[in-house]
């Protein structure tokens, strides 16, 4: 199957888990076909919101191979696969250009630090080369702040460039503007997808795709609006909306949040549980959130309302 050139609401699903702390495969098939019924264009599964770095290679791919096997469409789905092993992430790529995945978005090693661009390079090369798939599109994933380890520019550049047709974007999640726009700038044609929906206007102006966004989960249906209606007059009343849900969802912990006001707003327990060391949000910091994603308009699509 060919590569995806992804553009639009790209969503960081959220990872089930059943009272073991095991992953559950229906309940993760169920919310990303959810997302995709109310305005994802695409699952970036395996994200930092998914709590991928709490699931070992084997629990990724069987919950790849869930999705794939229940008909979830592969050409729209964008699995997250940069480990510190260099042999798990290739492992990982293989894998998911077997089932047919659009693309993958890969962390750099994130253990050793400082590390050069040289040696940054060699590593992405060494995944690219290993899996030897033109069907391969490799998207590159910048969030400094966890991951300790940055993409700069030059990095950019150097990949796309000697892999233009595997090397295809990145997601800058590094919540910096000025980093997002420079990428804009100095690497035209290149994918770029900023990690919040509250730059989409001003992202899309100068070139961006679309945004891979935590409270995409949440609020697939109003962030989609307003990716449709770039480049027209509602285009900035539908950005203020939407950032301002973002605004409001992004005052407490993301994961436990999205978790929460799912589990509550759609009636499933099965999307309440966190992994360890991640914990719930405490019941009534659950309720003040919902009261207050309420009075700002917003709903959960076929969700039972705020009230609590």
Not at 102 to 128: Q, R
Not at 134 to 160: C, F, K, N, T
């Amino acid at each position: 199957m060919a590569k995806t050139q992804f553009g639009g609401l790209l969503v960081p699903v959220v990872t089930p888990f059943d009272k073991d702390y095991a992953p559950d495969r229906e309940a993760f098939v169920s919310i990303c076909r959810w997302l995709l019924d109310n305005g994802a264009h695409g699952l970036a599964v395996f994200g930092t919101t998914s709590e991928a770095n709490s699931l070992t290679v084997t629990e990724r791919m069987s919950l790849l191979e869930a999705l794939v096997e229940a008909g979830v469409p592969a050409e729209r789905l964008m699995p997250g696969v940069g480990m510190s092993a260099l042999g798990d992430t290739i492992a990982l790529t293989r894998h998911a250009v077997g089932l047919g995945c659009g693309g993958v978005l890969s962390l750099p090693p994130f253990y050793y630090k400082p590390v050069s661009v040289e040696g940054l390079y060699a590593w992405y090369a060494a995944v690219i080369e290993a899996v030897g798939s033109a069907d391969l599109g490799l998207w590159l994933y910048h969030i400094p702040q966890m991951s300790g380890v940055a993409i700069p520019h030059d990095l950019i550049e150097r990949l796309s460039g000697d892999f233009p047709e595997t090397v295809l974007g990145i997601k800058d999640s590094s919540g910096d503007w000025s980093n997002t726009e420079a990428i804009l700038r100095r690497s035209p044609g290149f994918r770029v997808f900023p990690s919040s929906e509250g730059v989409l206007v001003k992202a899309h102006e100068l070139g961006g795709v679309g945004c891979i966004t935590a409270s995409g989960n949440i609020n697939p249906a109003g962030i989609r609006r307003l990716f449709d209606a770039l480049g027209t007059p509602e285009a900035e009343a539908l950005q203020a909306e939407a950032a301002e849900i973002r605004r409001i969802f992004s005052e407490y912990p993301l994961i436990p949040a999205a978790k929460g006001v799912l589990s509550a707003e759609l009636a499933d327990e099965r999307l309440a549980t966190l992994r360890p060391p991640l914990l719930p949000l405490p019941a009534e910091d659950l309720r003040t959130l919902r009261a207050r994603l309420a009075e700002a308009g917003w709903r959960v699509p076929g969700g039972a309302g705020a009230s609590a």
